[in-house]
Structures are given as C-alpha cells and as structure tokens.
C-alpha cells in the first residue's frame, strides 16, 4: 500500500525534466535552422508525437516523449507539475537538439541562439517555477561568456555545458576559464552536466563498438546502451577532479554544479578516493581550502537514477545533502511505463530475488533496500510506494535506519522552501507563499523531513 507524504507535495524541487517539442513544432517554437537539422526525426513516434492525452495525475506520469501532458508548452508545463506536486523544476533540451547546437555545423550557433531565445520565454513565462538550461558552447571561452553574458541578462537561471570536452582547450581549472566561473558564480546560475554532453571524453567510437555494448532503440526500452551505462559518470567525474584539485570551488565559492542524469551511485567512491589520494600531494593540502566532501556538500548536487539505492550510499558515505530528486519527465527512463521498461524488475536477477524474499512487508513504502520510488495516487499527491524487501535474518534496525534515510533524502531533495538547504541549486526562494512557512532548524530541511517521517511511520504503525 503506498504511503502518502503530504508534507512535499507541492513543494519539490525536480532537478531533471526535459523539453520536448514535437520536431514538427520545432520552427514554430524554435526557428526555421532548427527546425531543418531537426527534419530527420519528422514522424518518430517519440520525438514527433502530438497525440496528447487528456491530462490527469495517471497521464502525467504515464505518458512518456512529446505526447506527454505539458512536455511543450510552458502553461501546460506548469499544469503538468500541479499535479505531480512540483515546486520548481529544471529542464533540458532533447539531446537531439543540443547536439547539432555543440557540433562544428554551419548552422551551430543559430540553433544554439534559437533554443536560448527559447529557453528566455519559457523563465519568463513560468514565473520562477520553470527553470530551462540555456545551451553553452564552450569551443571558445569567449564565445561562451559573451553567450553566458546575454542568457543571464535575458533571465537565465541555469546553463548547461558539455564535459567531455576541455572548456576552449583549456582545464577547466585553467585561469584562462575563471572568468567564465567567476560570472556564473556572481549571477548565482548553477552549471549543469547532463547525459549527452559526454561526446568525446573517450576519444574514440570503437569501446561500445560490440552487439552488447550498443544502445537498443526507444520502442525496446533500451536507448542508453549498455556501455553509457556502466561509464557515463567518468566524463563528468573527471570534470570534477580538475575542478576540485584546481582549486576552482575555493576560488569561487557562489559557483554551484549539478550533475543530472548520470547517476549517483559513484558519488561516494569518488569522494573517498580523491580525499584518498589528498594525502599524496602536499601542493594540494597547502592550497586547498576544504576536503572534497565538504565541497561536495556545499557546492555540487547529483540526481540519482530511481532504480539507484541511494540510502545505502548514504548509510556508506554520508553525504545525504548531494543527492537530489529528478523525474526525467517526460522520458521513460525517469519512471517506470506501463510495460516496465527500464524497471529493474524486468531482469530475471531482480525477479530471482523477489521470490527469494520474505512475504512479510512492512506497510510504510519507503524501500529497505533503498529504492525510493515515487508514484502519483488517485487523490493527486505524490507517494513513496512499493513494497519493502525483506530478507530472512536482516537487522530491523538496519531497516528502520534505512527507511528514515529514504524519507531524508526524499525531503532534502524534495524541498525548499526559503533556501534552507545548504548551497540549494535553485537558490533562495519560493514562488508559493505556503513554501516559506517551512522551519528553519539546526539542519537543512529538518522541519520539512520531520514532518515527511512522521507520515511515514505513522501509515506504518500497527492499526
């Protein structure tokens, strides 16, 4: 029985989201340059459907690709997010889109304008609830900051950049790049990394090269092959360690980074091994201000995917202020569809599993194996569901301990109200006066996770 946490709902900050316009609106929403690179996908049944449902808390969640209730306009977005109790919410072009408008074609920089220009009327038009991330170039430092520059007086409030390339050939720890960070730090717009922007951190097409290793298609459920999937958070980790050791955090302490849809299950390994290798450099300890965690915490948040087991990481490393809530919205992957693709209990491990566990469940849906899954009920709120897993000799108290880290990260990341979480990515404020009204406490958010483990524990107890 799912269990109903009314004391988010309507008060989520949604870290990933995506817009996605029919390729047959492009030039009516974009431009006449976008809509031509776009002609290729004209009639695919994921970037060009226009058969939007009638929207309803089933649809929203349901519905996946350019069909999905509000995926292309900003009114029908904010409707959408009503009912899935949506605060604010960042949102990302199609990686279809961003790619031509990153590449070296003649027509790059207009795509690039166009979509910005889109981006603007879209902040404009959601009132500081709709957060579109204008695409950076960063084939040039200059280009980026004179582009930087325009989205941020046009009211920008996140940019997006690739990184798997070096910023204008140079680290992105190089002084050559501050001014670039310096700018984004004083204007308080968070830098995103996203999955797409990986394109040449490897340096060649040959690794995924293999029937194995390559993508399926959107109608099989498996268009992230599976090589993306075991190394998409290398690219973006490497960013980070150039960052980090290059003393860009210190130098900048406004500037905030997100890395959205590449996963978190390596963000406490990573941690560990960088304040790890910390005591090999003295260069490093004399010159750094802070251990990598403690920037972690302050100035970077991480998405992870639904299926991660997120708590578990937490009860590991600590940490809980970094990851953050997404729904991918309108992607598949961001939740699970009605056939259950992309569900880990597709594969015949997970459903081994499931029948080796114990039929004996607790009420409250917050996983013990730490899966939190979210899900809309009839009554429009959002729920924490599922079963827990129960296997036969576990310590309840592990579970309990798991359970409320569930709840935690679901209310750190849900949040936010009056900025009260630490280095927040939105930053401060609410556009809904009833969000203020959260308490302040001697920790980010407690008021609010208090409140979310109270309902909780109470559908849990024995009735």
Aim: with cysteine; net charge neutral; charged share 20%.
């Amino acid at each position: 029985m799912p269990t109903i946490v009314p004391a988010v709902h309507g008060r989520i900050n949604d870290l990933d989201s995506h817009l996605q316009v029919p390729v047959s609106r492009w030039a009516e929403v974009f431009g006449e340059a976008t809509a031509r690179l776009g002609a290729q996908f004209l009639g695919n049944p994921f970037f060009d459907a226009t058969d939007e449902p009638e929207r309803t808390v089933e649809s929203v969640w349901r519905t996946k690709g350019s069909a999905a209730p509000g995926s292309c306009t900003p009114e029908g977005r904010l409707a959408t997010m009503d009912l899935m109790g949506i605060e604010r919410q960042l949102i990302f072009p199609q990686v279809v889109l961003a790619a031509p408008a990153w590449s070296a074609h003649p027509s790059a920089g207009v795509v690039l304008r166009e979509y910005n220009d889109a981006v603007l009327r879209w902040t404009k038009a959601g009132n500081g609830r709709l957060r579109p991330t204008a695409l950076l170039n960063l084939a040039t430092i200059e280009g980026a900051i004179a582009e930087t520059e325009r989205v941020v007086d046009g009211g920008a409030r996140a940019v997006f950049i690739q990184d798997g390339i070096a910023p204008g050939g140079h680290s992105p720890a190089a002084p050559e790049v501050d001014p670039l960070w310096a700018l984004l730090a004083e204007a308080r717009v968070p830098v995103t990394l996203h999955i797409g922007g990986q394109e040449g951190f490897f340096g060649s097409t040959a690794w995924p090269a293999t029937e194995l290793l390559r993508p399926g298609s959107f109608s099989s459920g498996e268009p992230v092959g599976p090589h993306m999937l075991a190394t998409m958070h290398l690219s973006p980790q490497n960013y980070l360690a150039s960052m980090l050791y290059g003393g860009v955090f210190d130098r900048h302490p406004g500037l905030r980074v997100g890395v959205i849809e590449l996963g978190a299950m390596w963000v406490g390994p990573f941690v560990d091994l960088l304040e790890d290798r910390l005591q090999l450099s003295r260069r490093l300890r004399q010159t750094l201000q802070r251990r990598p965690s403690e920037v972690f915490v302050d100035q970077i948040r991480v998405t992870p995917f639904y299926w991660e087991r997120t708590a578990r990481q937490i009860e590991r490393y600590g940490m809980p202020e970094v990851y953050a809530f997404s729904t991918d919205f309108p992607h598949a992957e961001g939740a699970p569809t009605r056939s259950g693709a992309w569900a880990p209990t597709s594969s015949p491990w997970a459903r081994t599993r499931s029948r080796r566990s114990s039929s004996a469940t607790p009420s409250c849906s917050c996983r013990a194996d730490a899966r939190l899954a979210v899900r809309p009920g009839r009554d429009g709120r959002l729920h924490t569901g599922g079963r827990a897993r129960h296997q036969g000799g576990r310590d309840p108290s592990l579970e309990e301990r798991t359970m409320k880290t569930s709840v935690m990260l679901f209310g750190l990341a849900a949040v936010f109200a009056s900025g009260i979480a630490c280095a927040n990515i939105f930053g401060s404020g609410s556009s809904r006066p009833e969000a203020a009204a959260v308490p302040a406490a001697s920790s980010p958010c407690a008021g609010l996770v208090g409140q979310a483990k109270a309902d909780c524990e109470k559908s849990s107890a024995p009735r």
